[in-house]
């Protein structure tokens, strides 16, 4: 049972997940591979392709090359090879993503990531990955003497051909690795015996006394008592919170000790609860409505974003907006709707002549969320400052629909979040995600993307495009709704 770098990092977060996965994998509830992780990993190949740019007369390995291959190779006098594996005797697998041979016999690890910064998360840690991979090499027989770890400059800017020596940066991370190196090896040691257990405990996970951001993908398999209405919904509960709660044996919202110190919004969410009714403070809903200066213009932007730039003007990771959807509003309830997707990656001109066309400059914009839509309208500022004096008007006159629902309007039905997806179905029982082929941000920014870059998408375009402003659009229409339902309310 080979133990990889990434089941090193999974059983950092819960070594329950990890046991599961690896011993009994028709149980293991398969969340890892949605599509944002398939995306990154994409976008991991993206960023490889350039870093090889860096290494001349380099040996590319195949990718599912053996360890012997790759022992036959390091024999040779080529000095630099891309993909090289390894396995130690006791099951630790590496395939480091760049290895250079150093004159003096002792090598250099390079190892590749997509992303602006390095990261030390307990999710993705980047110098304990590398520090994986070095150990590795040291327990093969290998002596490393210097580590780095390559990734993308924040500040690129795409003109041109990409440039791959200015795309990428490379730090040299020798000395944080040292650093932790022996903690690391204990604990890759405690991960493999681990592993190799025949029986663990299926009834509860490491993952009990994190929040709920950080539970792993089999949560629920291993913590079965876990009621619906649960403290890890609990809007911004701690995990301090949550270890003193769950060693008290309180897993439900209503089991919460009425003394128990939780902030102003966490109180009302439990009373909620606990009067089986939503709490809403009406005279600000209104006050808040009122405020508002028709016409309403409810918006929202779906956009892609790509490690390493297509078009001149971006950055790494950069969004850029290829869809929107406006349901206009008038004060006499008169309701008219604009959309527009694009049909290429290019920056939106087009799209921002035309919803200027559309609302004019006047009203007020309504977005979920809507810092967003106000940071990409604070791209596009960059990018078209032709259209600044709308873009300005629209950030200075965007109001958050969400705000409502963050403490004026509470209800235990939401599970302790705001998002829309959350809230529709609550307030307006008749309108669902559920029946539309595109559910989510993620999936559209994914479909839209592989229709316009990938020469090989073989589903119907039309219907996909549909697909994808049909999803836009509910999200607009959604907010109409639910701001006619407020009204009512008030």
């Known amino acids: 049972m080979n ?23 028709k149980e293991y509830p398969d969340g890892e591979f949605s599509l944002f992780v398939h995306k990154l990993i994409k976008e991991g190949y993206e960023v490889e392709k350039y870093a090889k ?13 053996d360890p012997e291959l790759t022992l036959r190779e390091l024999k040779s006098n080529n000095l630099v090879f891309f993909q090289p594996s390894f396995i130690t005797t006791k099951g630790s697998f590496a395939r480091i993503d760049v290895l250079e041979k150093l ?5 250099h690890i390079y190892e590749v990531k997509s992303s602006t910064k390095i990261n030390t998360t307990k999710k993705h840690n980047h110098i304990k990955d590398a520090c994986f991979q070095t150990y590795v090499l040291k327990e093969c027989g290998f002596k490393v003497s210097k ?10 800017i795409k003109s041109g051909k990409v440039d791959a020596n ?11 690795i040292k650093n932790i190196y022996s903690s690391v090896v204990n604990e890759i040691n405690t991960g493999l015996n681990y592993i190799k257990k025949e029986s663990i405990n299926l009834n509860k996970c490491s993952c009990r006394y994190k929040t709920r951001i950080n539970h792993c993908d089999s949560f629920h398999y291993f913590n079965k008592d876990i009621p619906k209405y649960s403290i890890y919904e609990v809007g911004r509960i701690s995990e301090k919170k949550i270890n003193h709660l769950i060693d ?20 009302i969410q439990v009373e909620s609860l606990r009067q089986e009714h939503a709490i809403i403070d009406n005279k600000r809903v209104k006050q808040t409505l009122e405020n508002l200066k028709f016409p309403l213009h409810f918006i929202d932007y779906e956009t892609y974003a790509s490690a390493v730039p297509k078009i001149d003007e971006l950055g790494p990771h950069k969004h850029l907006v290829f869809q929107v959807s406006i349901h206009t ?15 290429k990656i290019e920056l939106p001109f087009e799209m921002l002549s035309k919803m200027q066309e559309f609302t004019g400059i006047i009203g007020t914009f309504i977005s979920w969320h809507s810092s967003f839509e106000v940071g990409r309208n604070k791209d596009m500022l960059n990018w078209l400052p032709n259209l600044s004096t709308y873009l300005n008007y629209m950030n200075e006159h965007m109001f958050d629909l969400e705000d409502i629902f963050k403490e004026m309007y509470v209800d235990y039905k939401f599970h302790g979040s705001t998002s ?37 998408f073989s589903d119907d375009i039309d219907q996909t495009r549909n697909n994808l402003l049909a999803y836009c659009k509910l999200d607009t229409e959604a907010m109409v709704e639910i701001y006619k339902e407020l009204l009512k309310k008030i």
């Open 3 to 25: 133990f990889t770098k990434t089941d090193f990092i999974q059983f950092l977060n819960c070594p329950e997940s990890l046991w599961l996965r690896k011993n009994k994998p």
């Open 53 to 65: 740019m860096l290494f001349s007369n380099a040996v590319d390995l195949p990718e599912d090359a």
């Open 103 to 107: 004159p003096d016999g002792s090598f």
């Open 147 to 156: 580590v780095s770890i390559i990734n993308l400059n924040k500040y690129y």
């Open 166 to 176: 200015k795309l990428l940066n490379i730090e040299d991370v020798t000395i944080k």
């Open 248 to 267: 008290n044996n309180y897993t439900s919202i209503l089991d919460i000790p009425y003394d128990f110190e939780l902030n102003i919004k966490q109180q």
């Open 329 to 343: 509003l008038q004060k006499n309830g008169e309701l008219s709707h604009f959309e527009w997707l694009g049909k």
């Open 420 to 456: 829309i997806k959350k809230v529709l179905p609550v307030l307006c029982k008749e309108f669902s995600y559920s029946e539309l082929e595109i559910q989510d941000g993620t999936m559209a920014l994914d479909t839209w993307g592989r229709m316009i870059t990938d020469p090989d």
